[in-house]
């Protein structure tokens, strides 16, 4: 006899990870873009003052150490490590921060150091292709200064670029802690657009479910959304516990007329976090409205198969009965007897109906 062959399942390859034996520190880049150029974009500016400078080089960077402006530092790319490591150890970031900002699975988070604060955080969009993109983002943020490490070119700061430039608002007029929040409320800000657009596909795919023609691929789309709503609420919820801290600390690089920016930005992300929970529990809910609009499809065919069977079903009793292989059966010898049993079959038939209609039933 032979032996049933083994099922086996195929596990897909897990995200790229840091080495489990490596040194704590190490810079180790775990995200897929391995091909982007490191871009440094620099500006520095005050109330009177603005220059930007774009470049591949990070030295250009470092010119920018003993400036009595604010500077705020963006730099793309984050596979080039060495890079990363050369700009650490010239501002003097600890070891553990530069293997943060390579980790593109770190979660959001902030820590306090003596002379800086280092803030990780989730970049939400969606690409012109309908695509949504989760890009991780970190910050430092010292006395004069901001650098911020992107993943991969194309961010939410484009409004802020253009206030720094045009001097509107009151950007161009404050610290580095404002600009810390500028960056933090437009990635919050983006959230609700990111939500707003979740919300769009959300009432789409409910359009469909109440539709007479619903597509079996509909549960594909509905599993798409479940991973992009545990996407979002995994960047969201930590980033409201971040926000929360920077609210609350009470270090020098915050000034306290910048706290209450931060505390409206908290009130947002509040915002953010309850929206979240809520198209998480309607997207949850999608799949079994889903089913349940298939049962109730299905117990339409079934009623009207139902009530088919219940008409033919006396209909083939009669016909069953003469059509048995006596030889003496009492009205096989009438003359008419053939059209009184068609006509008997006809008026249970149309009794049936009746019947049925009067029941609602049809």
Known sequence: MARKKKRTFKIPAPVRAKNRNEVPGTVTYTGKKESM?????????????????????????????????????????????????????YYNLHPLIQEDIVTTNQRPKMDEYEDYLFIVFKMLHYNDDGEFINEHVSMVV??????????????????????????KGRVRSAGADYLMFALLDAVVDNYFSVIETLSTKIEFIEDQLFDDKVEDD?????????????????????????????????????????????????????????????????????????????SNKMNEV????????????????????YGMNFEYIPELQIKYGYFYLWGAMILVFFGLLYYFKRKKWL
């Open 142 to 167: 010292g006395k004069d200064y901001v650098t911020t490490f992107q993943e991969a070119d194309g961010d939410v700061f484009d409004g802020l670029r253009d206030r720094l430039e045009n001097a």
């Open 37 to 89: 150029v490191t871009k440094v974009e620099i500006i520095d500016y005050s109330r009177d003052h603005y220059k930007r400078i774009d470049s591949e080089n990070i030295e250009d960077a470092f010119s920018f150490e003993s400036s009595k402006h604010i500077t705020w530092i963006n730099i793309n790319g984050l596979n080039n490590t060495s890079e990363i490591e050369r700009l650490g150890e």
């Open 302 to 321: 079934m009623k009207v198969l139902t009530i088919m069977a219940s008409i033919f079903i006396p209909l083939t009793f009669m016909a069953g009965i």
């Open 218 to 294: 509909i549960t594909q789309d509905i599993q798409i959304l479940k991973k992009e709503i545990l996407r979002i609420r995994r960047a969201v919820v930590p980033l409201r516990e971040v926000i929360n801290r920077l609210e609350k600390t009470d270090t020098e690089l915050i000034e306290p007329r910048t706290q209450n920016y931060i505390r409206d930005l908290y009130d947002h992300i509040i915002q953010v976090s309850e929206s979240v929970d809520i198209y998480r529990e309607m997207i949850w809910g999608l799949m079994d409205m889903y089913m349940t609009t298939i």
